[in-house]
């Protein structure tokens, strides 16, 4: 894989000149209505491409070499963000407003560690914190 970054991302000054279009392509996005029973089926699709693309950019993350620019690697994370911000939702409500006890919280949140890297500092946290949390 070749992998190349070069360029000012912006500078001062203007430019002027012919613009070209090198490439155009329409997008067709299908609009159509979900049935209420396909809803939860429409949901897993979702969250399954969602899924795929979380794996496909970890791939392009670890395929990046290591010498590239740290801001590759940020440019990467950047994108998987969003991602990472509803577990890190998800597990706190498990912990805060699931009714479970602490243990039974911090069970679940384990286990979804095990696929969700993100989650392994809030882990560590619950595990190793002395004063405890306030719930």
């Not at 939860?40 to 496909?56: N, W």
């Not at 039974?104 to 095990?114: K, M, P, S, V, Y």
């Given at each position: 894989?070749?992998?190349?970054?070069?360029?000012?991302?912006a500078s001062p000054g203007i430019a002027i000149g012919t613009a070209m279009v090198l490439e155009s392509a329409k997008i067709e996005i299908?609009?159509?209505l979900v049935s209420t029973g396909d809803i939860?089926?429409?949901?897993?699709?979702?969250?399954?491409?969602?899924?795929?693309?979380?794996?496909?950019l970890l791939r392009v993350r670890e395929a990046i070499p290591k010498d590239a620019p740290q801001d590759t690697r940020l440019f990467i994370d950047a994108h998987l963000l969003p991602g990472q911000i509803e577990v890190i939702k998800r597990a706190y409500r498990r912990l805060y407003r699931?009714?479970?006890?602490f243990e039974?919280?911090?069970?679940?949140?384990?286990?979804?560690?095990?696929?969700?890297?993100?989650?392994?500092?809030?882990?560590?946290?619950?595990?190793?914190?002395?004063?405890g949390i306030l719930r």
């Open positions: 894989m070749t992998f190349e970054l070069s360029g000012i991302g299908p609009d159509y939860p089926a429409e949901v897993e699709r979702l969250r399954s491409a969602l899924g795929l693309a979380r794996d496909e699931s009714g479970l006890s039974e919280a911090q069970r679940e949140i384990a286990d979804l560690a095990r696929e969700q890297p993100c989650l392994v500092d809030f882990l560590t946290f619950l595990g190793q914190s002395t004063r």
